[in-house]
Protein backbone atom coordinates (compact mmCIF):
# COMPACT_ATOMS: atom_id res chain seq x y z
CA UNK A 1 0.00 0.00 0.00
CA UNK A 2 1.44 3.23 -1.00
CA UNK A 3 0.41 7.24 -0.18
CA UNK A 4 -0.80 8.38 -3.69
CA UNK A 5 -1.96 12.16 -2.08
CA UNK A 6 -1.64 14.37 0.57
CA UNK A 7 -4.16 17.41 0.58
CA UNK A 8 -4.69 20.30 3.58
CA UNK A 9 -8.00 21.74 4.14
CA UNK A 10 -8.08 25.22 5.92
CA UNK A 11 -11.67 25.93 6.45
CA UNK A 12 -13.69 27.73 8.69
CA UNK A 13 -16.88 26.63 9.73
CA UNK A 14 -17.33 28.73 12.93
CA UNK A 15 -13.61 28.14 13.76
CA UNK A 16 -10.44 27.96 11.53
CA UNK A 17 -9.34 24.24 11.27
CA UNK A 18 -6.17 22.57 9.38
CA UNK A 19 -7.87 19.07 8.07
CA UNK A 20 -4.76 16.55 6.75
CA UNK A 21 -6.39 14.09 4.22
CA UNK A 22 -4.17 11.26 3.69
CA UNK A 23 -5.29 8.72 0.36
CA UNK A 24 -3.78 5.65 -0.97
CA UNK A 25 -3.75 3.92 -3.84
CA UNK A 26 -6.00 1.32 -2.90
CA UNK A 27 -8.92 3.85 -1.89
CA UNK A 28 -8.58 3.61 1.56
CA UNK A 29 -7.79 7.65 3.12
CA UNK A 30 -7.38 8.74 6.87
CA UNK A 31 -8.10 11.89 7.97
CA UNK A 32 -6.20 14.70 10.51
CA UNK A 33 -6.08 17.53 12.35
CA UNK A 34 -3.34 20.23 12.85
CA UNK A 35 -5.34 22.89 13.77
CA UNK A 36 -3.23 25.72 15.91
CA UNK A 37 -5.46 28.65 17.04
CA UNK A 38 -4.46 31.80 15.43
CA UNK A 39 -1.44 30.32 13.35
CA UNK A 40 -3.20 27.89 11.12
CA UNK A 41 -1.62 29.16 8.30
CA UNK A 42 1.80 28.45 9.44
CA UNK A 43 0.80 24.65 10.24
CA UNK A 44 -0.92 24.58 6.61
CA UNK A 45 1.95 25.62 4.87
CA UNK A 46 4.15 23.20 6.96
CA UNK A 47 2.42 20.42 5.56
CA UNK A 48 1.68 21.41 2.14
CA UNK A 49 5.15 22.91 1.50
CA UNK A 50 7.69 20.64 3.51
CA UNK A 51 5.83 17.38 5.17
CA UNK A 52 3.18 16.36 2.02
CA UNK A 53 5.78 15.55 -0.73
CA UNK A 54 7.69 13.60 1.21
CA UNK A 55 4.67 11.38 2.30
CA UNK A 56 4.14 10.40 -1.05
CA UNK A 57 4.87 6.92 -2.54
CA UNK A 58 5.51 5.85 1.60
CA UNK A 59 3.81 2.98 3.23
CA UNK A 60 1.08 4.20 5.76
CA UNK A 61 0.56 1.27 7.59
CA UNK A 62 4.38 2.47 8.82
CA UNK A 63 3.45 4.59 11.49
CA UNK A 64 5.93 4.57 14.04
CA UNK A 65 8.61 5.07 11.01
CA UNK A 66 6.78 7.90 9.46
CA UNK A 67 6.56 9.74 13.24
CA UNK A 68 10.67 9.32 13.60
CA UNK A 69 11.37 10.65 10.30
CA UNK A 70 9.22 13.58 10.75
CA UNK A 71 10.31 14.22 14.00
CA UNK A 72 13.96 13.26 13.35
CA UNK A 73 14.64 13.97 9.70
CA UNK A 74 13.30 17.49 10.03
CA UNK A 75 16.55 18.31 12.14
CA UNK A 76 14.58 20.91 14.14
CA UNK A 77 13.06 19.14 16.64
CA UNK A 78 9.60 19.97 18.62
CA UNK A 79 7.89 23.18 18.43
CA UNK A 80 3.94 24.26 17.97
CA UNK A 81 3.94 24.14 14.21
CA UNK A 82 5.88 21.40 13.65
CA UNK A 83 4.13 19.10 16.10
CA UNK A 84 0.84 19.78 14.95
CA UNK A 85 1.82 19.34 11.41
CA UNK A 86 3.84 16.10 12.91
CA UNK A 87 0.25 15.02 14.63
CA UNK A 88 -2.18 16.07 11.56
CA UNK A 89 0.14 13.20 9.96
CA UNK A 90 -0.23 10.84 12.83
CA UNK A 91 -4.21 10.67 13.31
CA UNK A 92 -4.69 10.17 10.19
CA UNK A 93 -2.46 7.31 9.53
CA UNK A 94 -4.23 5.68 12.58
CA UNK A 95 -7.34 6.38 10.92
CA UNK A 96 -6.04 4.06 7.83
CA UNK A 97 -4.83 1.62 10.04
CA UNK A 98 -8.47 1.34 11.91
CA UNK A 99 -10.06 1.36 8.51
CA UNK A 100 -7.57 -1.35 6.90
CA UNK A 101 -8.12 -3.25 10.03
CA UNK A 102 -11.70 -2.80 10.21
CA UNK A 103 -10.82 -1.82 13.84
CA UNK A 104 -12.48 1.17 15.76
CA UNK A 105 -8.45 2.80 16.60
CA UNK A 106 -9.42 2.15 20.52
CA UNK A 107 -9.47 -1.64 19.76
CA UNK A 108 -5.93 -1.14 18.02
CA UNK A 109 -4.45 0.40 21.25
CA UNK A 110 -5.32 -2.23 23.41
CA UNK A 111 -9.30 -2.65 23.50
CA UNK A 112 -11.41 -0.39 25.92
CA UNK A 113 -10.65 0.41 29.44
CA UNK A 114 -14.03 1.77 30.54
CA UNK A 115 -17.48 1.74 29.20
CA UNK A 116 -17.38 5.75 28.42
CA UNK A 117 -15.28 8.91 28.90
CA UNK A 118 -16.03 11.53 31.65
CA UNK A 119 -16.09 14.89 29.84
CA UNK A 120 -16.35 18.40 31.71
CA UNK A 121 -17.58 21.35 30.01
CA UNK A 122 -17.38 25.27 30.62
CA UNK A 123 -20.06 27.05 32.78
CA UNK A 124 -19.73 30.89 32.55
CA UNK A 125 -21.14 33.95 33.37
CA UNK A 126 -21.15 37.82 33.55
CA UNK A 127 -21.17 37.13 37.28
CA UNK A 128 -21.96 34.75 40.04
CA UNK A 129 -26.06 34.46 39.50
CA UNK A 130 -25.09 34.15 35.73
CA UNK A 131 -22.61 31.33 36.62
CA UNK A 132 -25.14 29.23 38.91
CA UNK A 133 -27.57 29.20 36.41
CA UNK A 134 -25.23 27.42 33.22
CA UNK A 135 -24.30 25.48 35.72
CA UNK A 136 -27.20 23.81 36.12
CA UNK A 137 -27.65 24.38 32.49
CA UNK A 138 -24.99 22.13 32.26
CA UNK A 139 -26.18 19.68 35.01
CA UNK A 140 -29.22 19.08 33.82
CA UNK A 141 -27.60 18.15 30.34
CA UNK A 142 -26.06 15.07 32.43
CA UNK A 143 -22.66 16.86 32.88
CA UNK A 144 -20.66 14.81 35.63
CA UNK A 145 -18.03 17.71 35.96
CA UNK A 146 -18.25 21.62 35.22
CA UNK A 147 -15.45 23.80 34.70
CA UNK A 148 -16.62 27.27 36.20
CA UNK A 149 -15.14 30.57 34.87
CA UNK A 150 -16.72 33.79 36.15
CA UNK A 151 -16.75 37.76 35.76
CA UNK A 152 -14.77 39.68 38.10
CA UNK A 153 -15.80 42.75 39.90
CA UNK A 154 -14.56 45.58 38.75
CA UNK A 155 -12.81 44.14 35.67
CA UNK A 156 -14.58 44.64 31.69
CA UNK A 157 -14.14 40.95 30.94
CA UNK A 158 -11.86 37.98 32.44
CA UNK A 159 -10.22 34.70 31.10
CA UNK A 160 -13.72 32.23 29.80
CA UNK A 161 -16.37 35.07 29.74
CA UNK A 162 -19.08 33.62 26.67
CA UNK A 163 -19.93 36.93 24.72
CA UNK A 164 -23.45 37.46 25.01
CA UNK A 165 -26.27 35.66 26.27
CA UNK A 166 -24.77 32.84 27.66
CA UNK A 167 -23.39 31.62 24.32
CA UNK A 168 -21.03 29.11 23.86
CA UNK A 169 -17.46 31.09 25.18
CA UNK A 170 -14.99 31.63 21.98
CA UNK A 171 -12.07 34.08 22.51
CA UNK A 172 -10.60 34.47 19.24
CA UNK A 173 -11.81 37.77 16.85
CA UNK A 174 -11.58 38.02 13.79
CA UNK A 175 -9.23 40.60 12.85
CA UNK A 176 -6.53 41.68 15.05
CA UNK A 177 -6.44 40.80 18.57
CA UNK A 178 -8.18 42.18 21.31
CA UNK A 179 -6.90 43.53 24.43
CA UNK A 180 -8.22 42.67 27.70
CA UNK A 181 -6.71 44.03 31.16
CA UNK A 182 -5.93 42.00 34.28
CA UNK A 183 -6.20 42.48 37.57
CA UNK A 184 -4.42 39.48 39.78
CA UNK A 185 -5.46 41.60 43.08
CA UNK A 186 -9.60 41.32 41.68
CA UNK A 187 -9.11 37.65 40.70
CA UNK A 188 -7.93 36.32 43.50
CA UNK A 189 -10.07 37.57 45.56
CA UNK A 190 -12.92 37.02 43.81
CA UNK A 191 -12.72 33.27 42.93
CA UNK A 192 -13.27 31.85 46.13
CA UNK A 193 -16.98 32.99 46.40
CA UNK A 194 -17.64 31.30 43.42
CA UNK A 195 -16.48 28.11 44.31
CA UNK A 196 -17.76 29.09 47.73
CA UNK A 197 -21.79 29.75 45.76
CA UNK A 198 -21.72 26.49 44.04
CA UNK A 199 -20.99 24.28 46.89
CA UNK A 200 -23.12 25.86 48.73
CA UNK A 201 -25.96 26.00 46.24
CA UNK A 202 -25.45 22.75 44.68
CA UNK A 203 -23.76 20.63 47.57
CA UNK A 204 -20.38 18.21 46.54
CA UNK A 205 -21.72 15.90 43.65
CA UNK A 206 -20.76 17.46 40.45
CA UNK A 207 -16.46 17.83 39.84
CA UNK A 208 -16.05 21.17 39.59
CA UNK A 209 -12.68 22.79 37.98
CA UNK A 210 -11.24 25.70 36.95
CA UNK A 211 -8.58 27.54 34.41
CA UNK A 212 -6.40 29.79 35.96
CA UNK A 213 -4.60 30.30 32.10
CA UNK A 214 -1.06 30.90 33.38
CA UNK A 215 -2.15 34.36 35.01
CA UNK A 216 -0.47 33.42 38.21
CA UNK A 217 2.85 33.88 39.73
CA UNK A 218 3.76 30.64 41.52
CA UNK A 219 3.24 31.97 44.86
CA UNK A 220 0.00 33.64 43.76
CA UNK A 221 -1.19 30.04 42.25
CA UNK A 222 -0.24 28.26 46.29
CA UNK A 223 -2.23 30.96 47.50
CA UNK A 224 -5.23 30.29 45.46
CA UNK A 225 -4.99 26.56 45.60
CA UNK A 226 -4.76 26.74 49.17
CA UNK A 227 -7.65 29.17 49.20
CA UNK A 228 -10.41 27.19 47.18
CA UNK A 229 -9.12 23.40 49.58
CA UNK A 230 -12.55 23.62 51.03
CA UNK A 231 -14.29 23.07 47.48
CA UNK A 232 -12.74 20.39 46.78
CA UNK A 233 -11.83 21.13 42.89
CA UNK A 234 -11.43 18.14 40.72
CA UNK A 235 -8.72 20.05 39.26
CA UNK A 236 -7.02 24.19 39.10
CA UNK A 237 -5.76 24.48 35.84
CA UNK A 238 -2.37 26.08 34.52
CA UNK A 239 -2.09 28.35 37.45
CA UNK A 240 1.49 29.83 36.11
CA UNK A 241 3.45 29.46 32.99
CA UNK A 242 5.14 26.16 32.73
CA UNK A 243 8.02 26.96 30.90
CA UNK A 244 10.18 26.58 34.00
CA UNK A 245 8.35 23.15 35.15
CA UNK A 246 10.54 23.52 38.30
CA UNK A 247 7.94 26.54 39.58
CA UNK A 248 5.54 23.92 40.59
CA UNK A 249 7.33 22.69 43.31
CA UNK A 250 6.27 25.66 45.21
CA UNK A 251 3.21 25.79 44.52
CA UNK A 252 2.69 22.00 45.25
CA UNK A 253 4.16 22.61 48.71
CA UNK A 254 1.28 24.58 49.70
CA UNK A 255 -1.95 23.10 48.23
CA UNK A 256 -3.57 20.06 47.95
CA UNK A 257 -5.34 21.05 44.93
CA UNK A 258 -5.42 18.69 42.46
CA UNK A 259 -3.14 20.77 39.38
CA UNK A 260 -3.64 20.23 35.55
CA UNK A 261 -1.36 21.49 33.01
CA UNK A 262 -0.23 21.18 29.57
CA UNK A 263 -2.79 22.16 26.76
CA UNK A 264 0.42 24.72 25.52
CA UNK A 265 3.06 21.17 25.20
CA UNK A 266 3.93 19.94 22.36
CA UNK A 267 6.18 16.67 23.48
CA UNK A 268 7.27 14.85 26.23
CA UNK A 269 9.86 16.62 26.69
CA UNK A 270 7.76 19.80 28.08
CA UNK A 271 6.07 17.78 30.87
CA UNK A 272 9.15 15.38 32.08
CA UNK A 273 9.98 17.21 35.14
CA UNK A 274 6.36 17.35 35.91
CA UNK A 275 5.81 14.20 35.67
CA UNK A 276 8.38 12.64 37.33
CA UNK A 277 8.74 14.75 40.69
CA UNK A 278 4.74 13.91 40.42
CA UNK A 279 4.49 18.04 40.27
CA UNK A 280 1.03 18.02 38.11
CA UNK A 281 -2.12 15.28 38.81
CA UNK A 282 -3.38 15.97 35.07
CA UNK A 283 -1.41 16.36 31.74
CA UNK A 284 -3.76 18.09 29.37
CA UNK A 285 -1.57 17.57 26.05
CA UNK A 286 -3.34 16.61 22.82
CA UNK A 287 -3.05 14.86 20.29
CA UNK A 288 -3.22 17.56 18.06
CA UNK A 289 -0.58 19.21 19.48
CA UNK A 290 1.76 16.47 21.17
CA UNK A 291 2.29 14.83 18.35
CA UNK A 292 -0.95 12.85 17.79
CA UNK A 293 -2.00 9.29 19.31
CA UNK A 294 1.67 7.73 18.76
CA UNK A 295 3.09 10.77 20.58
CA UNK A 296 0.12 10.54 22.84
CA UNK A 297 0.53 7.12 23.77
CA UNK A 298 3.88 7.69 24.92
CA UNK A 299 3.01 10.58 27.66
CA UNK A 300 0.36 8.04 28.39
CA UNK A 301 2.32 4.97 29.66
CA UNK A 302 5.09 7.83 30.91
CA UNK A 303 2.98 9.59 33.65
CA UNK A 304 1.16 6.47 34.35
CA UNK A 305 4.25 5.68 36.00
CA UNK A 306 3.79 8.07 38.23
CA UNK A 307 0.10 8.33 38.61
CA UNK A 308 -0.76 11.37 36.80
CA UNK A 309 -3.46 10.90 34.63
CA UNK A 310 -4.90 11.99 31.35
CA UNK A 311 -6.75 15.71 31.28
CA UNK A 312 -6.52 16.30 27.40
CA UNK A 313 -7.55 19.64 25.88
CA UNK A 314 -10.88 19.62 24.18
CA UNK A 315 -11.73 23.31 22.91
CA UNK A 316 -13.66 23.49 19.95
CA UNK A 317 -10.75 25.35 18.24
CA UNK A 318 -9.77 21.35 17.76
CA UNK A 319 -11.54 19.54 14.96
CA UNK A 320 -14.12 17.46 15.87
CA UNK A 321 -10.93 14.89 14.32
CA UNK A 322 -9.19 15.82 17.30
CA UNK A 323 -12.08 15.06 19.50
CA UNK A 324 -12.39 11.54 17.97
CA UNK A 325 -8.89 11.03 18.21
CA UNK A 326 -8.57 11.98 21.90
CA UNK A 327 -11.48 9.75 22.90
CA UNK A 328 -9.99 6.57 21.04
CA UNK A 329 -6.79 7.18 23.38
CA UNK A 330 -8.79 8.16 26.18
CA UNK A 331 -10.82 5.13 25.97
CA UNK A 332 -8.12 2.79 26.07
CA UNK A 333 -5.65 4.31 28.09
CA UNK A 334 -5.53 3.17 32.26
CA UNK A 335 -4.75 6.29 33.72
CA UNK A 336 -7.50 8.81 31.80
CA UNK A 337 -8.75 11.32 34.15
CA UNK A 338 -11.07 13.40 32.44
CA UNK A 339 -11.49 14.86 28.90
CA UNK A 340 -12.75 18.43 27.98
CA UNK A 341 -15.55 18.90 25.50
CA UNK A 342 -16.20 22.33 24.50
CA UNK A 343 -18.75 21.40 22.36
CA UNK A 344 -18.84 22.50 18.78
CA UNK A 345 -20.07 25.31 16.02
CA UNK A 346 -23.02 23.37 14.35
CA UNK A 347 -21.54 24.26 10.83
CA UNK A 348 -18.89 22.45 12.66
CA UNK A 349 -20.47 19.39 13.37
CA UNK A 350 -22.07 19.35 9.39
CA UNK A 351 -18.58 19.37 7.82
CA UNK A 352 -16.92 16.80 10.09
CA UNK A 353 -19.69 14.18 9.97
CA UNK A 354 -18.51 11.78 13.39
CA UNK A 355 -19.20 8.74 14.94
CA UNK A 356 -18.23 9.76 18.58
CA UNK A 357 -21.22 11.23 20.69
CA UNK A 358 -22.00 12.36 24.15
CA UNK A 359 -24.45 10.48 26.63
CA UNK A 360 -24.75 11.74 30.00
CA UNK A 361 -21.69 12.88 30.95
CA UNK A 362 -19.55 10.21 29.06
CA UNK A 363 -18.36 10.42 25.43
CA UNK A 364 -17.79 7.12 23.31
CA UNK A 365 -15.68 7.67 20.52
CA UNK A 366 -18.23 5.05 18.68
CA UNK A 367 -17.40 1.81 16.50
CA UNK A 368 -16.67 2.81 12.62
CA UNK A 369 -13.05 1.87 11.66
CA UNK A 370 -10.09 3.92 12.25
CA UNK A 371 -11.09 7.65 13.94
CA UNK A 372 -14.77 7.80 12.80
CA UNK A 373 -14.49 11.39 11.90
CA UNK A 374 -14.74 12.37 8.17
CA UNK A 375 -15.23 16.01 6.25
CA UNK A 376 -17.92 16.70 3.36
CA UNK A 377 -14.88 18.61 1.63
CA UNK A 378 -17.50 20.32 -0.78
CA UNK A 379 -19.13 21.75 2.61
CA UNK A 380 -15.67 22.82 3.99
CA UNK A 381 -15.27 24.75 0.78
CA UNK A 382 -18.27 26.89 1.76
CA UNK A 383 -16.00 27.97 4.99
CA UNK A 384 -13.06 29.75 3.77
CA UNK A 385 -10.61 30.88 5.85
CA UNK A 386 -10.97 34.02 7.92
CA UNK A 387 -7.78 35.41 9.83
CA UNK A 388 -8.85 35.32 13.76
CA UNK A 389 -6.70 35.84 17.20
CA UNK A 390 -6.74 34.88 20.89
CA UNK A 391 -7.06 37.90 23.02
CA UNK A 392 -3.46 39.59 24.54
CA UNK A 393 -3.90 40.47 28.32
CA UNK A 394 -2.53 43.83 29.95
CA UNK A 395 -2.04 44.72 33.63
CA UNK A 396 -4.18 47.37 34.54
CA UNK A 397 -0.72 49.71 33.82
CA UNK A 398 -0.45 48.75 30.36
CA UNK A 399 1.99 46.02 31.15
CA UNK A 400 1.54 42.93 28.46
CA UNK A 401 0.60 39.85 30.94
CA UNK A 402 -0.07 36.33 30.04
CA UNK A 403 -3.50 35.79 28.38
O1 LIG B 1 -6.67 28.08 21.62
C1 LIG B 1 -6.58 28.31 22.99
C2 LIG B 1 -7.79 27.74 23.69
O2 LIG B 1 -7.96 26.42 23.30
C3 LIG B 1 -7.64 27.81 25.18
O3 LIG B 1 -7.61 29.15 25.57
C4 LIG B 1 -8.79 27.11 25.84
O4 LIG B 1 -7.67 27.15 27.95
C5 LIG B 1 -8.46 26.62 27.21
C6 LIG B 1 -9.13 25.43 27.67
O5 LIG B 1 -8.84 25.02 28.79
O6 LIG B 1 -9.93 24.87 26.94
MG1 LIG C 1 -7.12 25.85 29.55
Same mark, same amino acid.
Request: proline share 6%.
Given at each position: ??????????????? /????????????? +???????? *??????? $??????????????????????????????? +???? =???????????????????????? #?????????????????????????????????????????????????????????? %???? /??????? $????????????????????????????????????? #??????????????????????????????????? *?????????????????????? *???????? %???????????????????????????????? +????? =???????????????????????? /???????????????????????? *??????? =????????????????? +??????????????????? /??
Amino acid at each position: MKITHADVIVSCPGR /NYVTLKIRTDEGV +YGIGDGTL *NGRELAV $ASYLKDHICPLLIGRDPQKIEDIWQYLYKGA +YWRR =GPVTMAAISAVDIALWDIKGKIAN #LPVYQLLGGASREGVMVYCHATGSDIPAALESFEHYRDQGFKAIRMQCGIPGMSTSYG %LAKG /NNKAYEP $ATKGKPEEQAWSTEKYLDFVPKLFEAVREKYGFETHL #LHDVHHRLTPIEAARLGKSLEPYRLFWLEDPTPAE *NQADFRLIRQHTVTPLAVGEVF *NSIWDCKQ %LIEEQLIDYIRATVTHAGGITHMRRIADFAAL +YQVRL =GSHGPSDLSPVSMGAALHLDLWAP /NLGIQEYMGYPEAALEVFPHAWSF *NQGYMHP =GDVPGIGVDIDEKLAAK +YPYEPAYLPIARLEDGTLW /NW
